[in-house]
Nanobody, 124 residues
Framework: QVQLVESGGGLVQAGGSLRLSCAAS????????MGWFRQAPGKEREFVAA????????YYTNSVKGRFTISRDNAKNTVYLQMNSLGPEDTAVYYC?????????????????WGQGTQVTVSS
């Protein structure tokens, strides 16, 4: 059973940057497709980015393309989300999760083993 722990959130001014980390337990992290989602107050959880097992393929929702970068370090059992040019619209709790293969990258029900989330607040 994999467990995920997110970290790196915080308060940042608009235009600033943050790097989120998601540390996974277990020995088979390199075999997991991973994703980041976020949930703003009063809104549904939405897909942000995903990465395949090797890190060679990445996927982003349109609103973060060019600003966010997902990456992974399989030796450290960690996936990252580098967030640049942040705006107030990026304020949310950010979650990482493991994706079951065979589904679209942004298909929420295909993700399991959610972490507890990390709060990102962007002030204007």
């Amino acid at each position: 059973q994999v467990q995920l722990v997110e970290s790196g959130g915080g308060l940042v001014q608009a235009g600033g940057s943050l790097r989120l980390s998601c540390a996974a337990s277990g020995r088979t992290f390199s075999g997991y497709r991973m994703g980041w989602f976020r949930q703003a107050p009063g809104k549904e959880r939405e897909f942000v980015a995903a990465i395949n097992t090797s890190g060679g393929s990445t996927y982003y929702t349109n609103s973060v393309k060019g600003r966010f970068t997902i990456s992974r370090d399989n030796a450290k059992n960690t996936v990252y989300l580098q967030m640049n040019s942040l705006g107030p619209e990026d304020t949310a709790v950010y979650y990482c999760a493991v994706q079951r293969s065979g589904y679209s990258w942004n298909y929420y029900p295909a993700y399991d083993h959610w972490g507890q989330g990390t709060q990102v607040t962007v002030s204007s």
